[in-house]
């Protein structure tokens, strides 16, 4: 059978999803963006263009209903581009700095409506969120692979020069990112990965149990590789959200998947023959450790007072976005950005930006309840996702990281959506 453009289209967006974590994989035009990001490049494109010429009232009908419903978290994308543009035109690199409030803009204001539109056109909700969470898990095996069987899946897919792996100090038992090029970044992804699975064992039945909960104990396991503090206190607030949104039976289910990972990792930790530097439990501990032990720590408490009084001399306007997202400082006064996107966004983007990260935060969380609330309870795990990632962008930065906000589109689509025929609403595809 002849493949159609759209089937085409289909298969490019499913790959786009499939491979959203690999954020840093740039094996051609990496100036352009990441593999992922090409993908969906290449979808919206075409499929931009076939939606032109297939234009009719119903089709128009449908997009600007789905703008309407994402008003919320667009306004707060329109408040930060404004903050970026004014803080372009006193900027020490106004290109640079036009040229992140744009990819900003395009983020938040072009890539959530359309994707949220995209899902239902070309894959489905459960197809999507199978794909998310099947990728997911595929970069928690290529990280075990890594540590286990020295497959260099991390070189082979970190193509990002700040990002390249040195494998010689896996060797030495530090924290790896495994194909995602960054411990943060893997756990980031774990977490939400964590999640989503903690949400479908705890919402489904038994029966459709054992795929999530393998899935569960991957991305786990991959977040504890990750040594990531922040991914870890984010699981804990999703988990805990989880648990006040389930019913009773729920919450007994949980206590009961809890336990079996806290006993599971104990046998791990105690039973397999890794040795203290590639056991997961010890670099959690490591992880841990109080504030005074990572250099890192000290270095950012010795950037907030540089901050403090960048702030304090202009609170309005911002230094210019041209550094975001990088290693080098805002100005001349060669500092690195806040590792907090609130008051990375102050900086750079000044108070419009600021007002705009945190509309966009909790119109994010709102929309995610109403999903809830209207029935669909696999919007559970999504919204314990976004809370998780808001929480863990108050220690790390990049507000424009197309992974961690998928969960966020996958809880749009619900919205308007007809309501689950089964009380699970969990993905037939992970039965």
């Not at 390249?164 to 495994?178: K, L, N, P, Q, S």
């Amino acid at each position: 059978m002849k493949l159609g453009v759209d089937q085409l289209l289909s298969v490019l967006f499913g790959l786009a999803v499939l491979t959203i974590g690999l954020d840093q994989y740039r094996p051609f035009l990496g100036s352009v963006g990441n593999f992922s990001d090409i993908l969906f490049g290449v979808v919206f494109a075409v499929g931009g263009v076939l939606w032109l010429v297939r234009i009719d009232a119903r089709r128009l009908n449908s997009l600007l209903r789905a703008v309407r419903a994402l008003e919320p978290v667009l306004w707060g994308g329109v408040l930060f581009t404004a903050g970026g543009a004014i803080a372009s035109l006193g900027s020490e690199d106004p290109a640079g700095s036009w040229r992140v409030t744009l990819k900003h803009f395009g983020m938040l204001c072009v890539w959530l409506p359309w994707a949220t539109v995209a899902i239902e056109r070309y894959l489905s909700l459960n197809r999507a969120f199978v794909l998310y969470v099947g990728g997911i898990c595929l970069i928690a095996l290529a990280t075990f692979a890594d540590l286990l069987l020295g497959t260099h899946f991390g070189g082979r897919f970190v193509t990002t020069p700040i990002y390249i792996v040195d494998f010689e100090t896996i060797a030495e038992g530090v924290r790896y990112g495994g194909p995602t090029g960054h411990p943060v970044t893997l756990g980031y992804i774990s977490a939400i990965g964590v999640l989503l699975c903690l949400a479908i064992v705890v919402t489904g039945p038994w029966r459709r149990a054992p795929a999530p909960l393998l899935a569960l104990v991957a991305c786990g396991s991959a977040m504890m590789v990750s040594g990531s503090r922040a991914a870890f206190l984010g699981v804990l607030v999703g988990a805990v959200l989880i648990v006040a949104l389930a019913n009773r039976a729920g919450r007994r289910r949980m206590l009961l998947v809890a336990g079996s990972c806290l006993a599971l990792l104990a046998v791990v930790s105690r039973v397999a023959n890794l040795g203290p530097q590639l056991n997961p439990a010890t670099r959690l501990l490591e992880s841990l450790q109080p504030r005074r032990s990572f250099e890192a720590d000290w270095l950012r408490v010795h950037d907030l007072p540089l901050t403090e009084r960048l702030l304090a001399h202009d609170p309005w306007t911002g230094y210019g976005m041209e550094n975001v997202g990088s290693l080098n400082p805002p100005t001349k006064g060669a500092f690195h950005l806040p590792h907090f996107i609130l008051l990375q966004s102050w900086v750079t983007g000044g108070l419009l930006a600021l007002l705009g990260t945190v509309w966009v935060y909790l119109a994010t969380l709102w929309l995610g309840w109403s999903a809830v609330r209207e029935g669909h309870v696999m919007a559970l795990g999504p919204l314990a996702a976004c809370a998780a990632f808001i929480l863990m962008d108050m220690v790390a930065p990049g507000l424009d990281q197309r992974f961690k906000w998928f969960p966020a589109v996958l809880m749009f689509a619900m919205l308007g959506a007809p309501k689950p025929s089964s009380a699970s609403g969990i993905p037939p595809a992970l039965s």
